[in-house]
């Protein structure tokens, strides 16, 4: 035999070892499918105007919320997360970009009355189309709030599926919007379906977990459930419609003293939906690699909700206005009963989820900031400056201590407070640390020169 030959012969024998011994040390899931099933699916529930005072798990005597509580008893409760912004449309352009909301041109609500043709810019990178591009299943049930013309529908802006309401609030029964417009979308047709709206949101995200369960298409979700209640109307499950189509005016009104218990009943039944998605993860043998966000998108209104000993209330940049629930779930990965007290914004969950998922952020003006090595590792996140702004009135955090300004008989005021010692702004510290307000002042107005630069207001 030639000694080329017994050369190849060699070769081929060492080949065929080495790949049996790799094959004999191979992880059962290293396929490529397998790997993508390690990515978590992610859920994300928000309540809209859910105050922190609210939930069981976060003081309330009033209101029983089973499903949550039992969320945070098994994850991480937060006591420090706030909405980048203290009412609807704002704190959805943070949550969906990473970024202050006024890079967006988004500081005030897109209302259904003076604000028909704009929206999200589809320029922007949604937290739905980051996920797109790790390989996530997108889909989001419930309130849009970011457009009303169909160019800005959800299915343009990364999601796969979408049902639900792009107003800041629908009829809970008959599905019309304040100007009398019926406001019920499967993908981007309007659609007249019937049924309560939190029974509809929930139903629709429990079948797309079971649709797209990842364990059986090999493809990871991301689920964006965007809960209405308790916003107004104030309906219940089986109360009758109180606008109809051709009039956003309430052809009914609920008396007052049955105001407290249909609220209660809407936060109750939004509890029994989660309740129920929970269980279908359960069901569906996905709970253990799933994430579960759970958060408000502002504070509770004044008139009928609980913010507990927070300031003031939704559209304030006082702590009643964007400190709200934050609960998170990870099973394996998050201790059970964790409780938090880092600072966490809605801006975050971008940066946060595509980290979960193994990928790399490259958004520009990017401010969100990740934090799964907090949630994974029990790290603390780099120290940094906030900030709130809304109809004139603006607010900066750095570390405990907290600047409110605003323009008062044409003079400037600026309120300093301790949140470690005066969680409720009771105590104006202003006149004793001016040098503190100077730079604070300093601050905001340099971030108000480069979150605006170049951007055109869509809503403010």
């Known amino acids: 035999m030639k000694i080329d030959q017994i050369k190849s012969i060699a070769c081929i024998l060492i080949f065929t070892f080495l790949s049996i011994s790799c094959k004999e040390n191979k992880p059962k899931n290293s396929s490529i499918g397998s790997e993508k099933s390690i990515q978590p699916n992610i859920v994300l529930i928000m309540a809209d105007d859910l105050g922190y005072g609210e939930l069981s798990c976060y003081g309330s005597k009033k209101i029983n919320t089973p499903n949550i509580d039992a969320l945070a008893a098994g994850g991480m409760k937060l006591t420090d997360f706030h909405s980048n912004g203290p009412v609807c449309s704002p704190t959805r352009a943070a949550l969906l970009t990473g970024k202050y909301q006024q890079r967006t041109g988004v500081e005030g609500v897109i209302t259904a009355k003076s604000h028909r043709e704009v929206g999200l810019s589809l320029e922007e990178v949604t937290i739905a189309e980051a996920l797109v591009k790790q390989g996530y299943h997108t889909g989001m049930f419930g309130k849009w709030h970011m457009g009303y013309a169909e160019e800005y529908n959800p299915i343009h802006q990364g999601f796969n599926e979408f049902v639900g309401f792009v107003s800041g609030n629908v009829d809970y029964h008959s599905h019309v919007d304040q100007e009398g417009y019926l406001d019920w979308w499967k993908g981007n047709k309007v659609d007249d379906e019937k049924g309560y709206t939190t029974d509809l949101i929930t139903n629709y995200g429990a079948e797309f977990i079971k649709r797209n369960n990842s364990e059986k298409t090999g493809k990871p979700f991301f689920l964006y459930l965007s809960q209405e209640a308790p916003h107004y109307p104030i309906q219940g499950r089986h109360d009758k419609p109180v606008r109809k189509v051709g009039s956003g005016k309430f052809i009914r009104k609920v008396p007052k003293d049955s105001v407290q218990t249909i609220y209660t009943e809407m936060i109750e039944t939004m509890d029994e939906g989660i309740g129920q998605v929970i269980q279908t993860l359960k069901d569906e043998g996905l709970y253990e690699n799933t994430i579960i966000v759970f958060c408000s998108d502002n504070g509770a209104a004044g ?142 107005e340099k971030w108000k020169n480069d979150v605006w630069e170049g951007v055109v207001p869509v809503a403010n």
């Open 303 to 444: 008139s009928r909700g609980d913010n507990g000993v927070l300031r003031a209330a939704k559209a304030s940049v006082y702590e009643g206005g964007h400190r709200v629930p934050g609960i998170i779930s990870y099973p394996n990965k998050i201790k059970a009963g964790t409780v938090n007290g880092t600072t966490i914004m809605s801006m975050d969950f971008l940066p946060t989820f595509v980290d979960l998922a193994g990928g790399k952020t490259d958004i520009e003006n990017l401010d969100g900031i990740s934090f799964k090595n907090m949630l994974v590792n029990e790290e603390s996140l780099p120290e940094r400056d906030l900030f709130w702004s809304f109809k004139g009135r603006t607010a900066m955090r750095s570390g405990k201590w907290k600047l409110v300004t605003f323009i008062k008989d044409e003079q400037e005021v600026a309120q300093l407070f301790d949140l470690e010692a005066d969680l409720s702004e009771k105590n104006d510290l202003s006149d004793s640390a001016p040098e503190r307000v100077k730079d604070m002042q300093d601050k905001i």
